[in-house]
């Protein structure tokens, strides 16, 4: 579970989020939705410890980010259990996909890297559904076989805490299907602390157990997506008009009512 109290984050003299509290409990997939600049991405950077707390805390089991720079072994103890996949994909490197996934045991490698390892990295492919990559140099593929190449290598890490900007964005509806079934089923099988940022608010509906809408610097509100989504909360938060419909589950359905 990670904990986020009155969390606050300022960048040159401004605020850009502000009391920011919620509880994310393991086991579950918690999707932040919001529009554009609203500090979606700024809060996963906050929890993996890459931007100073201006005020507030965030705890992850018995370690505790507090207001100040983090730096050094706390910094990297903080991160041990963590795994987060940024919104860029870029691989500019001459490693296979194998060794990038490979990597993803960075902290744990010795000179030599045994079958175990090489046995677990092909896992992560297959169930990624890239395994035929393998051999392929990173640098060569698309945007969206990137993507699932890091994600399989951020798998590999085998973290308690699975923080993901926008992994779908670059993928076509099966692989983003794909994918994020692949996350929900590991988060649950492995009591996962999820947290995934989305733009597809019907992606989000459709895989949030916890939904998070932030607007200005703050969470508008939170739950399940069935007790967030109207189309009262859309028309404030984005400015758009749509109808919440449901689909066979009762799932909300966010369809954008024409101008025409």
């Not at 960048?11 to 579950?28: E, M, N, P």
């Not at 990295?121 to 990559?133: C, D, F, K, S, T």
């Not at 299907?177 to 947290?195: F, K, M, P």
């Amino acid at each position: 579970m990670i904990e986020l109290e009155n969390v606050g984050i300022h960048r040159q003299g401004r605020s850009i989020l502000g009391g920011v509290s919620t509880q994310l409990d393991a086991g579950k997939i918690h999707v932040i939705i919001g529009p554009n600049g609203t500090g979606k991405t700024t809060l996963l950077n906050a929890m993996f410890g890459e931007l100073t707390l201006a005020e507030g805390q965030i705890q992850c089991g018995d370690q505790r980010l507090l207001p100040g720079k983090v730096r050094g072994k706390s910094l990297h103890g903080w991160r041990d259990t963590i795994a987060y996949l940024p919104q860029d994909t870029t691989a500019d490197i001459d490693l296979t996909v194998l060794e990038v996934v490979v990597l993803g045991r960075l902290g744990k490698l010795s000179l030599h890297i045994d079958d175990d390892t090489l046995d677990a990295a092909m896992q992560r492919l297959e169930q990624a559904g890239i395994a035929h990559l393998a051999g392929r140099e990173i640098a060569s593929l698309s945007g969206g076989q990137r993507q699932m190449v890091l994600f399989a290598q951020v798998m590999m890490r085998e973290p308690k805490v699975m923080l993901l900007d926008e992994p779908v964005s670059a993928l076509d509806l099966k692989h983003q299907i794909s994918l994020l079934n692949l996350v929900r089923r590991e988060t649950r099988a492995r009591g996962w602390v999820t947290v995934i940022v989305l733009h597809d608010l019907n992606l989000a509906c459709q895989y949030a157990d916890n939904l998070l809408v932030i607007a200005q610097g703050k969470i508008q509100a939170a739950g399940t997506p069935r007790e967030v989504i109207t189309a009262e909360l859309i028309a404030q938060t984005y400015g758009v008009e749509v109808e919440v419909l449901q689909d066979r589950l009762g799932n909300p359905v966010i369809q954008p009512v024409s101008g025409g």
